[in-house]
């Protein structure tokens, strides 16, 4: 069974620049494709950057420029590097993994998310 662990959130200043890995477990880690997933309050859960088994990386437009997806596979662990960060992005980061060649198909279970707010 997927089970996934988002951490590195938290309160961030304008312009800052955490980093969220996510484990994962349960699954061949290396022979999926990983995404970052948010959701603002009030909002559905968008697209926000996905890497695939074998390194190619699609990005919302949103975060292009800014956001860099990255995999280790040896640590099955998918990270989000966060540059620039504005207000707009103010979110619950979540990961998951894919079930097809779909960035939006993704398995149904999912971790805890982890709270990202970005205010001075």
């Known amino acids: 069974q997927l089970q996934l662990v988002e951490s590195g959130g938290g309160l961030v200043q304008p312009a800052g620049s955490p980093i969220l890995p996510c484990a994962s477990s349960?699954?061949?880690?290396?022979?999926?494709?990983m995404v970052w997933y948010c959701q603002a309050p009030g909002l559905t859960r968008e697209f926000v950057a996905g890497?695939?088994?074998?390194?190619?990386?699609n990005y919302a437009d949103s975060v292009k420029g800014r956001f860099t997806i990255s995999r280790n596979n040896t640590k099955n662990t998918v990270y989000l590097q966060m540059n620039g960060l504005e207000p707009e992005d103010t979110a619950v980061y979540y990961c998951?993994?894919?079930?097809?060649?779909?960035?939006?198909?993704?398995?149904?279970?999912w971790g805890q998310g982890t709270q990202v707010t970005v205010s001075s």
């Open positions: 998951n993994a894919r079930r097809s060649n779909n960035w939006m198909d993704v398995f149904d279970s």
């Open positions: 349960g699954i061949i880690f290396s022979t999926y494709g």
């Open positions: 890497i695939t088994s074998n390194g190619v990386i």
